[in-house]
């Protein structure tokens, strides 16, 4: 496992549990702008600094701004929906959804916690956060693939040598570095609810996973796409959340290893999918610093 190395060098903060009881939802937003403002704060201090400049150990992996710019638009245009509601019907299919809305995000809040971060409403409509955390029974194998331009090993040394085995790849001089994780980052869906949903529209929402590469990100996105599609009408958020919990590394293909890289320019994706924008050479560190948290702080 990626403990001993990295350990002397990463600063601990702790982090929300999945199964701590919730607060009550009128003190949500509160507790929630706090953790907010902890997300935008920046990376993890790994310098050995006083605590109390240890940051939220998810901030590196939460890219709140980005989520919020690329939801903006959305919120734009469900502003203009808004207007729309012409007659008495579409009034009162709106106060149902936002019944409805309300509803759905209680039940939210009694089911993951501290895991849900209820933002300032955007544009009227509500906007949270909810920390997605994969369960590793016997940890996870992770595989980056470097092309020659970031070739880790040789002028720099493994980010963790112990834990860490060289594979040359069959194709040019591509090689890949394999290592154990008990823990993975977070991925965070980050939604915005429309007044036409659930009734017409699903939310608006982002999926980031800053150490997964774009395609993958993509790829989530694109299912929950598909589950919507099967569930019209519904109130859907929990079955996304359960979806990725459970089924989407497998989905993936990642449920025997997990595969990343190598950094080469890829097609733009979908644009809802927040993925890995730093080299491997960089986020698998991080990974790896994630890694070592005791497991009762990544409950």
């Known amino acids: 496992m990626a403990a001993a190395s990295v350990a002397a060098t990463t600063s601990r903060a702790v982090e929300p549990n999945r199964n701590a009881s919730p607060e009550p939802s009128s003190q949500a937003p509160s507790s929630s702008s706090s953790r907010a403002a902890e997300a935008e704060a920046g990376p993890v201090s790994c310098d050995g600094g006083a605590e109390e400049d240890v940051l939220h150990l998810d901030s590196p992996w939460v890219a709140a701004a980005e989520a919020d710019s690329r939801?903006?638009?959305?919120?734009?245009?469900?502003?203009?929906?808004?207007?729309?509601?012409e007659n008495e019907a579409e009034a009162d299919e709106i106060r149902d959804n936002l019944q409805r809305q309300d509803d759905e995000l209680m039940a939210l809040e009694a089911i993951y916690g501290d895991d849900l971060a209820v933002l300032e409403n955007k544009g009227g409509l509500r906007h949270f956060q909810i920390y997605i955390r994969y369960e590793l029974q016997n940890g996870a194998e992770v595989c980056a693939r470097f092309s020659p331009v970031n070739r880790i090993g040789e002028d720099r040394g493994c980010p963790d040598d112990d834990c860490i085995e060289q594979h040359e790849e069959d194709k040019g001089d591509d090689f890949s570095y394999s290592c154990n994780f008990e823990h993975l980052p977070p991925l965070i869906l980050t939604c915005l609810l429309p007044q036409s949903y659930p009734s017409k529209e699903p939310p608006y929402f982002t999926v980031t996973a800053k150490w997964m590469d774009g395609p993958n990100v993509s790829q989530l996105c694109e299912m929950l796409d598909t589950i919507w599609a099967e569930l019209p009408g519904e109130e859907v958020v929990y079955r996304w959340v359960e979806w990725i919990h459970t089924s989407s590394l497998p989905h993936l293909g990642f449920d025997n290893k997990i595969t990343l890289g190598p950094d080469i320019p890829t097609h733009k994706g979908d644009n809802r999918a927040i993925s890995r924008s730093l080299s491997l050479e960089s986020v698998i560190p991080s990974m790896l610093s994630y890694s070592i948290v005791p497991n009762n702080e990544h409950a």
């Open 71 to 85: 939801l903006e638009e959305a919120a734009m245009a469900a502003a203009g929906f808004r207007l729309c509601a």
